[in-house]
């Protein structure tokens, strides 16, 4: 389900008075009637007041501060468990979530290596703090890991699986960890894929592989968001937004965000 920032337009219920802000994963709807009396209904599509963000975009409620930002923050702090001084490898690095892990990474004082699909891509995340940035499209990834991380990588943020994935174990440490955060180059293929199975380096190097979904720390969230904002305030972390207009180009727009055609987060602006 599509999950959007909303304005309350009309209410019954005074915890959502005219006029706030709500969160809820609603679908790509421009309209939505809500019970918000009804604890079920609203369990299951999420329903949230949008906190107050100062002068910061509502938007940010579905990136930084949201769902992406929450799976940056807990998918890598909790997962891979960096420690200071080591390297971290993030793929999609450009996006909403792997931009953010890459971040918190520097926070955290690691050396962080990120892959994007295009210079311009490549550019912002370089702005960003990460130490090597490669454009897998053009550049050698076995080589390019070799260059970066010559004794290796201890924490592996992967969005994209595939045959980077397989290609990126082969240069894991001992006792890697690695957090499976998304596999977009393979969900709409048709074909398996031609690479080794990445099951025996698993086992020969030992490393520690866990999958997840983000709410499995929902009750987590204002942690998360509020540790997320103040890194925002202090200038720590950096985000980008990429906007699009009308409510009815949505399918085009979300077909487009399956091909990289964002920055950040993608927003459809209705």
């Known amino acids: 389900m599509g999950e959007q920032v909303a304005r309350v337009s009309e209410s019954k219920i005074k915890h959502y008075p005219v006029g706030c802000l709500v969160q809820m994963y609603s679908g790509w709807r421009s309209r939505s009637l809500i019970n918000a009396t009804n604890r079920k209904d609203t369990e299951e599509i999420h329903l949230l007041k949008v906190p107050d963000l100062g002068k910061l975009e509502p938007s940010l409620a579905l990136g930084i501060l949201g769902m992406p930002g929450m799976t940056a923050y807990f998918g890598f702090l909790e997962l ?53 940035v490669f454009n897998y499209k053009e550049q050698d990834i076995d ?6 991380a010559p004794d290796g990588i201890d924490c592996y943020f992967d969005n994209v699986g595939g045959t980077f994935t397989s290609k990126a174990l082969q240069h894991m440490k001992m006792f890697g960890r690695m957090s499976v955060c998304g596999c977009i180059s393979v969900y709409n293929t048709t074909q398996p894929p031609l690479t080794p199975d990445p099951l025996m380096t698993i086992l020969y190097k030992q490393l520690r592989v866990e999958g997840f979904e983000v709410l499995r720390w929902e009750t987590r969230f204002p942690e998360g968001k509020a540790q997320m904002k103040k890194w925002i305030d202090e200038g720590k972390v950096k985000y980008r937004e990429t ?21 950040g987060k993608m927003i ?3």
Do not use: R, Y
């Open 80 to 132: 891979c468990q960096p420690k200071a001084g080591d390297t971290v490898l993030v793929n999609g690095a450009a996006g909403a979530v792997g931009s953010a892990v890459g971040q918190i990474a520097k926070i955290k004082g690691c050396k962080v290596i990120g892959f994007a699909g295009s210079k311009e891509k490549c550019d912002w995340v370089k702005s960003l703090g990460f130490d090597h």
């Open 143 to 148: 080589k390019s890991l070799k260059e970066a």
């Open 243 to 263: 906007v699009q207009d009308g409510f009815d180009n949505m399918p085009k727009i979300f077909m487009s965000l399956l091909k990289g055609a964002n920055i």
């Open 268 to 270: 459809v602006k209705a």
